[in-house]
């Protein structure tokens, strides 16, 4: 199966404030993380997430865990990376060159990272043995010198059409919203958060209006737990009181509410409406990967995403 016929799961955990409130560790989560991770690998899918990967926390979980199960053989090595990084211009834009090459090769053959521009364009690149290659529209690849990357990113900065970050995410969750068959959102921030509305609503919100299914990992609490509840999943008793919440939390739910009825018109078409309920309130780490994967294989058969080039 080459990388364009490969069913693409946009993957999405977060810091949120419920752990312990619902009685879990962080490293909990963080095996959730793992095994739906390599659960997706293992079926033959690709994962995408979107965000800084430079940092620490969960995002860097994923490539722990990536690797890990490479060294382990529980996942064999594939001609494209396994995981499709969508880099958001507000956080690659003022990084220099240097640092962006050091990242490229930090995360090497596991990563396809793919630089968007401030209205979701993009240029996907990723690191060889033999270095960069770049992702060519026909979803075969080319040899990519420094230089070449020189010019391609600052084609990419000239591109801009916004200055704002809340823009940039959100171009960023439009644009994998048409290129992934559905989105896995687990924890999640209600507050402390860079956009015009929590990351994770944004991601649910920007799924629904392109008609993909959304897949709220309830259990852990933080914005996934009110996706999971805005969608009809859980009852509204569910819905953890926030003593606050950042800027368009509210107003965002309320817009994502409107789609619950398209949510679970797609569900009975697919036949997985028990399968999301119970997924909204699921812990075990198996169970969850086993769960995403049967969607995101149904998803896939039924053409739920655009075919793109990577």
């Known amino acids: ?6 069913p693409l799961v946009a993957l ?3 810091d949120g404030p419920d752990l312990a409130r619902f009685g879990y560790l962080e490293r909990h989560l963080r ?10 690998l293992r079926a033959d899918c690709r994962v995408g997430y979107g965000g800084d990967l430079r940092r620490d926390g ?11 199960a490479y060294q382990r053989n529980q996942l064999a090595p594939t001609a494209r990376p396994a995981i499709v990084h969508y880099f958001p211009f507000s956080s690659w834009q003022e990084a220099d060159t240097e640092e962006l090459l050091r990242h490229l090769q930090a995360v090497g053959g596991v990563a396809e990272t793919r630089f968007l521009d401030a209205g979701g364009g993009y240029d996907a690149v990723f690191w060889t043995d033999d270095g960069l290659r770049q992702v060519l529209p026909d979803g075969e690849t080319a040899g990519l010198t420094q230089g070449d990357l020189i010019r391609l990113l600052q084609r990419l900065r000239e591109a801009r059409v916004s200055e704002t970050a809340a823009r940039a995410l959100t171009a960023m969750r439009e644009t994998m919203a048409r290129e992934t068959v559905l989105r896995v959102v687990a924890s999640g921030k209600v507050a402390g958060y860079q956009g015009r509305m929590p990351g994770i609503v944004e991601e649910a919100l920007r799924h629904a209006e392109a008609g993909r299914l959304v897949v709220p990992l309830g259990a852990f609490g933080g914005a996934a737990r009110a996706v999971a ?3 009809r999943l859980l009852p509204a008793a569910a819905r953890v009181p926030y003593a606050e919440t950042g800027q368009g939390y509210e107003e965002a739910l309320r817009v994502l509410a409107e789609f619950a009825g398209r949510q679970q018109d797609l569900a009975a078409r697919l036949a997985v409406r028990p399968a999301l309920e119970r997924l909204a309130t699921a812990d075990e780490p198996t169970a969850i990967a086993a769960g995403v994967v049967r969607l995101a294989r149904l998803a896939a058969e039924t ?8």
């Open 1 to 6: 199966m080459t990388a364009t016929d490969r």
């Open 12 to 14: 999405s955990v977060s």
């Open 31 to 40: 095996q959730v993380l793992a095994e739906v991770l390599i659960g997706l």
């Open 58 to 68: 969960y995002t860097r979980d994923l490539f722990e865990a990536l690797t890990a």
């Open 229 to 231: 509840v805005a969608l």
């Open 303 to 310: 053409g739920q995403a655009h075919r793109t080039p990577g």
